[in-house]
Every structure is written in structure tokens, then in C-alpha cells.
């Protein structure tokens, strides 16, 4: 059994929440590069430069991508053979979020109840997701997700009969009802299958595949191909002002279902596509 | 694209009714910046029949909760937020003579008709761009609500603040334009 401290957890979250709040991810940056070589409209190929530009001033001056530094979304993938010591997890992780947060004059963006909404002034909690895996690893995964294209996000419980073309339906008239509301150009993660619950948990789990990587199954990436032209090719471009470049990427993962069920989950990520992952 | 425009605030309605959607424009002077809550409690003033912490004739609202800035900095980040969350209380303010919205994403068919009528129009900063529209804002004073914190009202000075008229005054918008140049 492998010994792991809660401290190193903590300390490495510290570093994935500044690293991915400041520097844009090299596929980002080529996505975004090679959108502003293709897109037909002069204002968006502005906005898509302006976007380039900011990801230097953000890199080179220390200043956050976004003012939305999001929701502090930790995946922890443990392996069963790790034995962490050192106090309990979740505080730790907590600590981590208050001091990145913080130190790194990041926006505080939660509220403790969602009617009450009063900010509870450190960003915390974060949303935590763990999973028990084999080895003697951890893997973290952050991501800062941000309020505006999460609020655009939507699950279909759909049924059978509506089968593929009902399903592209479903993606394609979500990302497009967003329009401008989620900074486009987007991240588009689709759950497909499973319950209720577990399609939104796959949408998620599909926005934090490295960009632009398709599916294993065939099927399925020959799907994300045929959403990612056919959004494309609705014209709302970059922040729904007019463009080819609505969404970078498509990705989706799919899972089995009861026989009665159809359900889609589509999560929007912005262009401010903000991850880090670390190996412990 | 040509030129920009410059824009210096306070604005008038002649100078908001000649803008069309489309038009780039650098805005210079005073902008408010009002979010979720900060909108809340201005239209609960005016329930009210209190006055508001400013005045709203010629006015610019940026919709925005901006990062804390590092020692050196106004702010880290200042990108604008989604509009449509501001939907619900806008028409009265351009009532009075809000001017100029600053926010990213389409408004509803209530705001264009107010913006319409009262010579009002609708700017698009690029989201997600903070690092750089942070740059532009040279000064900022806490106007009312601190304990809002991110969503208190502020009096920002800015300097040639990038932006494009999305919804002119005359209603017409670039949301839903799918023609290309
Ligand atoms: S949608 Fe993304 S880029 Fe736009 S403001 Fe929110 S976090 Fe920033």
C-alpha cells in the first residue's frame, strides 16, 4: 500500500487552479489559431484575435483568462492501492481551493444557498468528484468552469424512437438556442446514454478529454464530426456576433441505457477552456 | 472593418441614435459596472421612490463582476457577463435614461423595444476576453453595495474600451445574423 498526504493533494491543486486560470492549453491555442485561419467573417476573426491576445496578456502580466474564474471542479482518480494519510480529504482540498482562490486574486463566485445567494467569500466548496481505480496513483484533474455556459447546458431524456437524428437534433438546437450567451466559439461535452444522472456526469467527464480527441468508439466519433460541421454551419460564430467558428470541438461519450430510455446531456464549455491535471 | 468609433461618455441620444449595429466602437470616460443583485437593488430603490447611487441619464451599465487585481492592478479580469440575467430590470432604467448596456449575448424583445423608444443601445464586449478589457480600465471607486463583493456598483474610468454596437437603436441586431461577410 502506497502512502499518499493529504498535504501534497492540496499543494498540487494549488498549483493545477493557477495553472489553468492563467495559461491558456497549447490545443486551445491551436484550436483557436487555426479557427481564426478559417472563419469566414471579418468580425469574427477580430474576436477570435482578440482572444489570442488575451491569452498572452493573461500568461505574460499574471492576469486570470476570465474574470469568471468558475466553479473549482476537482476529479480524483484513486488508486485502490493508495492509502492516504495525513487528515481527512476534503478539507484539504477545501484549504487548497480558499488559498489558490486567494493568493492568486481569483473571483469568488459561490453562494452558500442558491435562494439565500449570500458569497461564502472563498469560493468554496469546490464540486469533487472521486473514483476508485486500479493502481497506486492518484490522478487530479481541475477544471474552472465558468457560470455563463454552464447555464446553457441541457438534458434530453429523449426516447428511442428519436434515435440518431434526434439526438444530433437535441445537440445542435442546444448549442445553437445559447447563441452568444456562452462565449462562443465552444467546447461542446456530450453524455449519451446511461440515467439522468449519469448522462450529465458523462457531459462532464467528455469536456475534460484533451480537445479535439475523438471518441473510441467509431460511431460515436464519426457523430462528433457530423455535430461539429453541422454547428458550424448555423452561422452564429464567434459570441453568436456571425462566423463559421460557433464550437472548437464536439466530443462525446456514450453508455449504455435501459431499453425505455434515450437520455442526452449536453455540457457548454467556453473558449475559456481552463484544465490542469497532475499524476501524484 | 472600418475605423472605430469614439465615444466618450456621458452619451445623448443624438449621439446613440446615429450608431448601427455593426459598428466598432473605443468607449472613453465613466462606465457603471451592475450585475445580478446590484440590478436587484436598483429597481428595488425605485420601488421604492428612492434615488439611485447615480445618475442614469447618459449613462453606461457594464455588466460585469471583474477579478480582484494583484497590488499593481485596477483588476486581474473584466470581461463582460451574459446579458439576458439583467432582462428583467433593464427597461426601467433605460427608462430614465440609461443610454448604453455594455454585456455579451442577446437581450429580449421587452429591452430592444425600451432601447427603441428611448434611444438606447446594446454593446457586445468580446467574452472571456478579461485579461485584455481589463487593461483598458485605468481607475475604479466603489459606488454602493461593497458587500456584494464581485457584484457591488463601481465607477470605472476606462480608456478606448473596445466594443460593437450589437443591438442599435433602432432594434436592429446582429444576434441571429447568419450572413456572412
Ligand atoms: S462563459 Fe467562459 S469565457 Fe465567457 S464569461 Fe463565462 S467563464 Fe468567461
Known sequence: MRELSVATIATHLEILINQASFNLGERELCALREAQARESSASGRAILSELLQNADIARLEGRPLCQDTG??????DIGQDVHIVGGDLQPAIYRA??????????RKSMVEHPLARKNTGDNNPPIIHIRIVPGEQVRMRFAAKGGGCENMSRIGMLTPSAGREGVMDFIVRTVCEAGGNPCPPVVVGVGLGGNFEKSAMLAKEALMRPLGD??????????ERELLARINAEGHGPMGLGGTTTALAVHVISHPCHIASLPVAVNIDCHSHRHAEVIL | ?????????PLTEDQTRVLRAGDQIRISGVVYTARDAAHKRLVELL??????????????????????GAPDQVFGAAGPTTSYRMDAYAPRLI???????????????????????HGAVYFAATGGAGALLAKCIVKSETVAWDDLGAEALRRLEVVNFPVVVAIDAEGTSLYGNQAME
Open chain 2, 95 to 117: 427608462a430614465l435614461g440609461l443610454r448604453g448596456m455594455i454585456g455579451k449575448g442577446n437581450r429580449s424583445p421587452e429591452v430592444v423595444d425600451a432601447m427603441k423608444q
Open chain 2, 47 to 68: 420601488d421604492q421612490k428612492q434615488p439611485l447611487p447615480f445618475d442614469m441619464d447618459g449613462a453606461i451599465i457594464y455588466y460585469v463582476g471583474p477579478t480582484p
Open chain 1, 214 to 223: 475523438h471518441a473510441e468508439r467509431e460511431d460515436d466519433a464519426e457523430m
Open chain 1, 97 to 106: 481551493v480558499r488559498n489558490a482562490y486567494q493568493d492568486n486574486y481569483l
Open chain 1, 71 to 76: 466553479v473549482a471542479l476537482v476529479f480524483l
Open chain 2, 1 to 9: 472593418m472600418s475605423e472605430p468609433i469614439k465615444l466618450t461618455t
